[in-house]
């Protein structure tokens, strides 16, 4: 080991004092949040302090624009609702974990896009609103997660783009409806991201191109209806993706729908569901896709190039 002079050793000493006073002071507060500035002069919150069971975040603080809601900010925070500004675009990880109180979040309007991180909202069990007014909309992968008590989500300013990520409402099992306002010419609803959502009734979906990864409404027994907005070119619905969802009676494809993946199971076991449109152009089905559909009257295959796969519409009586 290098011996340094004494006289060294002082002033590595002072220069990392100085260091780590400059670090606690970088760091700063405003009233009962704690934040740090970004590079871009913007403002990330990092840590609530307060007490408050109704929460409105600043627009700004010591003006500059609060654009983000930093890591676990409002982690296990004992708050009932809380009111997001247009400004914030970006919502981090775990940032309300745990809030059991928490049941009314807002995100007001904005022209801007907004990033909901992964376990955002996690665990939220007293959670039954959300709104959500951003115009480019991500929710990553289970951001609402095990919120029981979810019963309404709602995309209030016409939003240009919508992805949801992987069990992003799994177990949400108060959730009545997940509706896509037409005016979304994309979306990606990702793996389990509706799993086990038993309560919901009704889906509407929207965008040129829609895509349904495996199990995305997997259980979801209590759907009756689901929709499309018409314009839906190529549609892709996964493996399992409404398998078990036992009071399906319509499945209605629009004519405009010129290229249709349906993959395998993805309706196994639905014997509710009675009548079925596959669009006007290719499809292809996978093995088991409609096995033990016992109520299916009326199939509408399309002129296109058609694949079944194996078992596709088997009943066993």
Excluded at 56 to 74: L, Q
Excluded at 124 to 143: M, S
Aim: with cysteine; aromatic share 10%.
């Amino acid at each position: 080991m290098r011996n340094f002079p004494a006289k060294t050793l002082v002033t590595l000493l002072i220069v990392s004092m100085l260091v780590s006073l400059f670090s606690v002071a970088f760091a700063a507060s405003d009233g009962d949040f704690n934040y740090d500035t970004l590079t871009d002069g913007t403002v990330i919150i990092t840590k609530y302090t307060g007490s408050a069971s109704a929460i409105t975040i600043p627009e700004s603080i010591a003006g500059k624009p609060v654009t983000a809601i930093g890591e676990r900010a409002f982690r296990y925070a004992k708050i009932e609702s809380i009111d997001i500004p247009g400004s914030v675009n970006s919502v981090g990880l775990k940032a309300f974990l745990g809030c059991e109180s928490l049941k009314t979040v807002v995100f007001e309007t904005s022209d801007a896009s907004l990033e909901i991180g992964d376990y955002a909202f996690d665990g939220d069990t007293a959670l039954v609103t959300v709104d959500i007014g951003a115009k480019g909309i991500n929710l990553h992968e289970r951001a609402f997660r095990y919120c029981s008590a979810l019963q309404f989500i709602s995309f209030t300013n016409s939003p240009s783009a919508l992805s949801v990520g992987e069990k992003a409402f799994l177990s949400c099992t108060g959730l009545l409806s997940f509706e896509v306002p037409d005016t979304v010419p994309s979306l990606h609803i990702g793996a389990y991201a509706f799993d086990g959502a038993t309560a919901m009734q009704k889906v509407h979906l929207s965008g040129e191109t829609i895509t349904l990864e495996e199990r995305a409404f997997r259980y979801c027994e209590s759907i009756k209806e689901v929709s499309f907005s018409e314009g839906v070119m190529n549609l892709t619905i996964g493996d399992k993706a409404f398998l078990g969802c036992n009071q399906l009676a319509n499945f209605i494809i629009p004519d405009t729908t010129t290229e249709l993946m349906i993959g395998e199971y993805a309706f196994d076991g639905d014997n509710s569901l009675s009548a079925i449109t596959l669009g006007t152009g290719n499809v292809w089905i996978g093995e088991r896709a409609f096995r033990y559909c016992d109520s299916l009257t009326k199939l509408l295959i399309p002129s296109g190039n058609v694949s079944i796969g194996e078992k596709a519409f088997f009943i066993n009586y």
